[in-house]
């Protein structure tokens, strides 16, 4: 027997020393006998260690021959099929009592409880260890196989008078002029015309309503649920035309996507799009009919608009980015309609009130760091997991304050960055973070040196430019008597902008 054998048997006890005398170690028990010994006597080369899994329900004596054969190793950072090959189903709901209508609840794809089983009390909450919480995807395209989606124009929108809940599968009937909330208890008056079917054109009975028959119903707002008049889909976009940035090729990429796809962009027949160009000036294209007029402003810190809000602008910079500039001229471009702003970056903005400087340190990176023993590689590991990374917080505020100054006119901003070097990431996207908007990251795009990149950008351009979008959006999420809503700020969220993708997690 080795020294390192001799070490890890005594470590098991003195009968089982006596075992393996003659015997050799099984494997796995091989690896942690070097890894033991490779700490013990000073080596730097640790083996990584690695979870051992045991099928068995009781745990079986160390170096038997039942636990070499039951018992898998399993490199977590190796492993790529955690995740199931298939989509796992959600847990179909079950319902206390019978309803007239089997399929009332929500789609689980629009919204979903953490919990299938929701606790009955605070403390049973704590012990389970779950999150509880809703996540919600209220603009999200219905699938095929989904049932039809019941749109209602109605000048009478039912609700509780004292949660402002909306009537729903779930409520009671106690006779035909009243209803009970389902929310708070309170027993409404049934107006007469919710006794109207709008399938069969018929006066009928309250419960074969569409918002009985269904949890998910979409109204035609009346004028008293808007705070103004509907206003035309705006879309700007700013193009950044530098050199660096027409070398990659995305901006031909990018015309001839928005040539092919421009009627299919949502919107009707007063919808605007503008083009905004940056390089060593500001330039503004007035569009009428066939002519095109150009006006150029170069001094970006007193830039003015020149046109109107119903016109196409474009501006361009030829050495420094000033993204920061851009924005606030779009803000007040948009000021009066909101509507959405797509930057596209590839350089990191230098120059103006917005300007920043390269964080990035060289110097201070991961290197090879000698581990003498177990204790100082669980130790080393630790500190880099829990090391706190400066450059993953912003480096100021000013795109955070420009994004609420867009978010207060109802503009949201999406973010393309397409840089080959640092851009900050942290900080640019407080701007698309807090008024809405997305942030969309493809390093090192090139036509021709990166062509899967160029792929995926055009993939994912076409469906930003036809997905379908909303505008001037409030949600609202109401809880049962038990349950409360806690939130950063406040249960009334405002979407400035909503598409397909839009999730919200309360």
Known sequence: ???????????????????????????????NANLYCSAASGRSSVAPFMPVISSGTF???????????????????????????????????????????????????????????????????????????????????????????????????????????????????????????NMCGRVNDLPDEFHFDPASQKFGEAKR?????????????????????????????????????????YLETFCQMLTDELDRVPGDARTVVAFIAVDSALHYYFLDGTSIKEFVVTDLGGATLCIGCGHSGSRRTYSNLKIHDELQTVTYLQADIGGRVTVMSTVLPEVGPGALQSRENPNVRASKVQVRTLDEFLVISMNVIFKDVENLAPAADFYKNLA????????????????????????????????????????????????????????????????????????????SPGSQTVATITDLHLLVRLSGESTIGS
């Open 59 to 181: 745990p079986t004596m160390p170096g038997s021959v039942q636990q070499a054969s039951e018992q898998k190793i399993i490199d977590l950072l190796m492993a790529t099929d955690i995740l199931p090959s298939k989509a796992v189903c959600p847990p179909k709901i079950m319902l206390k009592q019978s309803f007239e209508y089997s399929d009332v609840n929500c789609s689980p794809d629009i919204c979903r409880c953490t919990l299938s089983v929701v606790p009955q009390t605070s403390s049973s909450l704590k012990k389970c260890g779950l999150p509880f919480g809703l996540v919600v995807h209220p603009f999200k395209d219905m699938k095929a196989n989904t049932k039809h989606l019941s749109v209602l124009q109605s000048t009478v929108i039912v609700r509780c008078r004292t949660c402002r809940t909306y009537i729903n599968p779930f409520v009671r009937f106690t006779d035909q002029r009243h209803w009970r909330c």
């Open 1 to 31: 027997m080795t020294t390192a054998q001799r070490n890890f048997a005594h470590l098991r006890g003195p009968s089982q020393m006596n075992m393996q005398q003659n015997a050799p170690l099984p494997p796995s028990e091989r690896q």
């Open 209 to 249: 309503r569409p918002e009985i028959k269904s949890a998910t119903v979409e109204f035609i707002a009346p004028a008293e649920y808007m705070i103004r008049t509907p206003q035309p889909a705006c879309y700007v976009y700013v193009f950044d035309v530098s050199a660096s940035a027409i070398e990659t090729g």
């Open 404 to 479: 609420l100054s867009c978010c207060a006119h109802q503009i949201a901003v999406d973010l393309f960055l397409m840089s080959s070097h640092y851009c900050d990431l942290a900080t640019l996207s407080e701007v698309a973070k807090f008024s809405g908007g997305c942030v969309y990251c493809y390093p090192n795009l090139h036509m021709f040196r990166n062509s899967l990149e160029m792929k995926r950008f055009q993939d994912g351009l076409r469906r930003y430019l036809t997905r379908k979008i909303g505008f001037e959006a409030v949600l609202r999420i109401r809880c």
